[in-house]
């Protein structure tokens, strides 16, 4: 097994392996680099629906999927989801269509957000429809002190009103007052229960709110924020090639995807795992 940094500050690629037939200690390896480096990279494997969730268990205990997908179940691969633009017969395939993803961490929305997200490219798209992820670790450790004060000891609501891609949930209504909008709060530092490391968790800005305080002042810090984390000195841009597999921290990056072409096809498998204190 070889491994490479990506960038000075986020995510590893590994080659040289099959994530379908791991021993133990090649795995160790594995869950060490995406605890260590918040993503990882393992490119040209060729998973069945079962296989990957077989991978993806060995994070932990898996999340069912939400009910924004479309998919038909198997039985054998029933915590698998599929994030697709494809329509055939008239229904769409999967979730969450073809435009852009703003940045969000997955699932926050809930009390215990799932600890790792994995994701596997089946068909890709030569044009567009890169997914850009961002260390929240390091965004933090160089947070200007005066922003560093600022959200001391401070919650946000997340809002499960909406998708990442801005679609209104089945069952939801549209959000009038952000301080009154459903979902769940967490600490704005919030430390990582295995590496204990502190990192911003955000979820995403689309009616997010900082509790206590008014819109207004909410809204700044909000901004402030997230202008910060998303700078290219903390991101990196994941361009898919087939049979691309990538696995996420959940609590410690956040991500984001470029919209591509609606006629293009795009397929991706995906599990998530979920958090240990949930577990």
């Not at 940045?103 to 490219?121: C, K, N």
């Not at 909410?218 to 998303?230: H, P």
Request: proline residues 5%; negative net charge.
């Amino acid at each position: 097994m070889q491994t490479r940094d990506l960038t000075p500050v986020i995510g590893t690629e590994i080659s040289g392996i099959d994530v379908s037939a791991l021993e133990d200690a090649d795995f160790a390896r594995i869950r060490q680099a995406w605890l260590d480096r918040c993503l990882i990279v393992i490119r040209d494997q060729h998973l069945t629906p079962e296989q990957l969730c077989d991978f993806s268990r060995r994070f932990g205990e898996l999340e069912p999927p939400p009910a924004s997908e479309a998919r038909k179940r198997d039985e054998e691969a029933a915590e698998m989801w599929v994030i697709s633009n494809v329509v055939e017969n008239g229904k769409p395939i999967g979730a969450l269509g073809s435009g852009e993803a703003e940045w969000h961490t997955d699932m926050s929305y809930i009390p215990a957000p799932p600890s790792a997200s994995v994701l596997y490219g089946r068909e890709v798209v030569t044009d567009g429809g890169n997914t850009w992820f961002g260390n929240m670790y390091v965004a933090l450790e160089e947070l200007p002190a005066d922003l560093r004060d600022a959200i001391a000891g401070r919650q946000v609501n997340h809002d499960s009103t909406y998708t990442s891609a801005g679609d209104l949930r089945k069952g939801m209504s549209e959000v009038v007052d952000v301080t009154r909008a459903p979902g769940a709060r967490h600490q704005i530092i919030r430390k990582h229960p295995v590496t204990g490391r502190d990192a911003l968790y955000l979820g995403r800005r689309t009616n997010g709110w900082v509790v206590g305080l008014d819109v207004e002042a909410s809204d700044r810090l909000l901004d402030d924020l997230w202008a910060w984390c998303t700078q290219d000195r903390f991101t990196y841009a994941h361009t898919w090639s087939p049979d691309d597999l990538l696995v996420w921290d959940n609590r410690s990056t956040i991500h984001r995807r470029e919209s591509f072409d609606a006629s293009a096809r795009r397929v991706m498998w995906r599990c998530q795992v979920r958090d240990e204190i949930a577990a």
